[in-house]
T-cell receptor, first 113, second 110 residues
Framework: GNSVTQMEGPVTLSEEAFLTINCTYT??????LFWYVQYPGEGLQLLLK?????DKGSNKGFEATYRKETTSFHLEKGSVQVSDSAVYFC????????????FGQGTRLTINP | NAGVTQTPKFRILKIGQSMTLQCTQD?????MYWYRQDPGMGLKLIYY???????DKGEVPNGYNVSRSTTEDFPLRLELAAPSQTSVYFC?????????FGPGTRLTVL
């Protein structure tokens, strides 16, 4: 079955540092890939997505590229802010039908001023 | 436009009790989902619905039931609460390939 593996957390960085959170997946066919973010006490929000190989999703300074050859979708940001502190989830879904999401375990990110 | 709303926000149940978690969306989405999030883990799909009157099991359906009588509402029922059902429950609805999540219900079973 489909699965997603994320970099173990927690991750702690200083403000303005470069961020990478690794995500790899196993899937049959060609899934859509997502990064969701969960701020403290809130539900998940879509951060960015990519639906086919070599697509780059981007939002709020975050980027991730759909790499089919390495089955990866790593999240990057060039300069993090304290407000980026949250839990980040990598996920995939089939592109047809019910598009049920399969999530990684999440990576807690803390940014210190 | 409230999006996806869930009630209650918090609940403590005793073993063997039953309860219904409410979920309502005002975006006229056909697809709706229930997930549970255990500490330090990703979300797992419990049940989903493709439209009013149509529901199907997800990855972890045991101990739960759902119904979908209207497009807006998708309640989740726990019949005999067990400690293993202590979790945070999220409801979501979908438009195109994006799922929109509610704020969650934190349930503790003692």
């Amino acid at each position: 079955g489909n699965s997603v593996t994320q970099m173990e957390g927690p991750v702690t960085l200083s403000e303005e540092a470069f961020l990478t959170i690794n995500c790899t997946y196993t899937a049959t066919g060609y899934p859509s890939l997502f990064w969701y973010v969960q701020y403290p006490g809130e539900g998940l929000q879509l951060l960015l997505k990519a639906t086919k190989a070599d697509d780059k999703g981007s939002n709020k300074g975050f980027e991730a590229t759909y790499r089919k050859e390495t089955t990866s979708f790593h999240l990057e940001k060039g300069s993090v802010q304290v407000s980026d502190s949250a839990v980040y989830f990598c996920a995939l879904s089939d592109r047809q039908g019910a598009q049920k999401l399969v999530f990684g375990q999440g990576t807690r990110l803390t940014i210190n001023p | 436009n409230a999006g996806v709303t869930q009630t209650p926000k918090f609940r403590i149940l005793k073993i063997g009790q039953s309860m219904t978690l409410q979920c309502t969306q005002d975006m006229n989405h056909n697809y709706m989902y229930w997930y549970r999030q255990d500490p330090g883990m990703g979300l797992k799909l419990i049940y989903y619905s493709v439209g009013a009157g149509i529901t199907d099991k997800g990855e972890v359906p045991n101990g739960y039931n759902v119904s979908r009588s209207t497009t807006e509402d998708f309640p989740l029922r726990l019949e005999l609460a067990a400690p293993s059902q202590t979790s945070v429950y999220f409801c979501a609805s979908r438009a195109a390939d994006t799922q929109y999540f509610g704020p969650g219900t934190r349930l503790t079973v003692l």
